[in-house]
């Protein structure tokens, strides 16, 4: 076996797990935010939590984004000064970073429609999100910058998993553009899933980095989600007992957020976990095949 240069282990070949027909696509898509925020502040449903909920996951995208791809960009160039990137992962690893770099481009719109009517708090955790950025670069080593950006990868393709196979609501509910992005986003998050993964498993195999990381996002996940979806609610003046029922209840009542999406996040910590272990690429197609026509998103590439 041969061993790791940096690790003193064997290099994981986890990417075999690759589907052969996988293709991660580029799609270009453009929508227009404030217009529809305007028409209809709570688009989701017309429930306050569950729109609110949404926005503030995605309020943290724009920046968050941005930290994956420098995370993989920085591992991948460790790894190619020991030769271990072959051609199939350089090519994966450019369509993740255009990827992410469009998701993150049309977040910051939203971002900024929301701040638009009236939101203006976003722009300063926007700001500490970039700052935390920055910090990260020069104090973080990449090994586990790119650990961390693997479990938030789980996240997102777990999020995605929740949004087209458990609870569908959130999106067929939801108003158009945002149920068009969220759609596009998911797919590409699916096609996307095993990149940082498996750059990560090839840099460090520690067992211990994965648990750390996948603690060390979750609290982070959801200390930024409770912040800013308390501001969004207490800013409609809606934090009222009434609405912290309804708050708690999202998430942890009987049909609630957590129960679809933490038996998803638990695969994480099984030894033998890879994001392609399943493919969910069929189901959404068959799911959401009409969504994607309606609102022109490139359907996935299964050939
Ligand atoms: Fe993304
Ligand atoms: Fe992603």
């Known amino acids: ?35 529809s925020l305007e028409a ?3 688009w989701f449903n017309n429930d306050p939590i569950g729109t609110h909920f949404i ?44 990827q992410e770099a469009h998701h993150s481009q049309q977040h910051r719109l939203w971002n900024k429609a929301l701040i638009q009517i009236g939101y203006e708090k976003l722009a300063l955790y926007d700001n500490n999100l970039h700052n935390f950025d920055v910090w990260s ?34 999106l067929r509910k939801s108003d158009a553009p945002f149920s068009s992005l969220l ?20 840099l460090s195999r520690s067992y211990m980095m994965r648990i750390i990381s996948l603690v060390f996002i979750s609290f982070d996940l959801a200390i930024n989600i409770f912040m800013r979806m308390r501001y969004l609610l207490k800013k409609d003046g809606l934090w009222g007992w009434r609405h912290k029922v309804k ?5 942890l009542g009987r049909n609630g957020l957590l129960k679809g999406l933490l038996p998803r996040i638990l695969q994480y910590l099984r030894p033998s976990f890879h994001p392609w272990r399943t493919d969910e690429r069929k189901g959404i197609e068959h799911i ?6 309606r609102d022109h998103i490139e359907p996935f590439k299964l050939d």
């Open 1 to 35: 076996m041969k061993k790791h240069p940096l690790e003193g282990e064997s290099i994981p070949r986890s990417h075999t797990y690759r589907p052969s027909n996988l293709h991660i696509v580029v799609r270009k898509i453009a929508y227009e935010y404030q217009t």
């Open 40 to 42: 209809n502040r709570y």
């Open 55 to 98: 926005n503030a996951l995605q309020s943290t995208f724009p920046d968050g984004e941005l930290f994956f791809i420098q995370a993989a960009v920085d591992g991948a160039r460790i790894l190619r000064q020991h030769g271990s990137i072959d051609n199939q992962m350089e090519q994966d690893l450019k369509s993740f970073q255009q």
């Open 137 to 170: 670069r020069k104090h973080i080593p990449a090994k586990l910058r790119l650990a961390v950006t693997a479990a938030a990868e789980h996240y997102t393709a777990s999020i995605a998993y929740l949004f087209t196979y458990v609870n569908q609501d959130l």
């Open 183 to 202: 759609l596009y986003h998911a797919m590409e998050e699916i096609e996307h899933k095993s990149v940082c993964f498996d750059l990560s498993q090839m």
């Open 247 to 251: 708050f708690w209840r999202f998430f």
């Open 288 to 293: 959401f095949g009409d969504l994607m026509i």
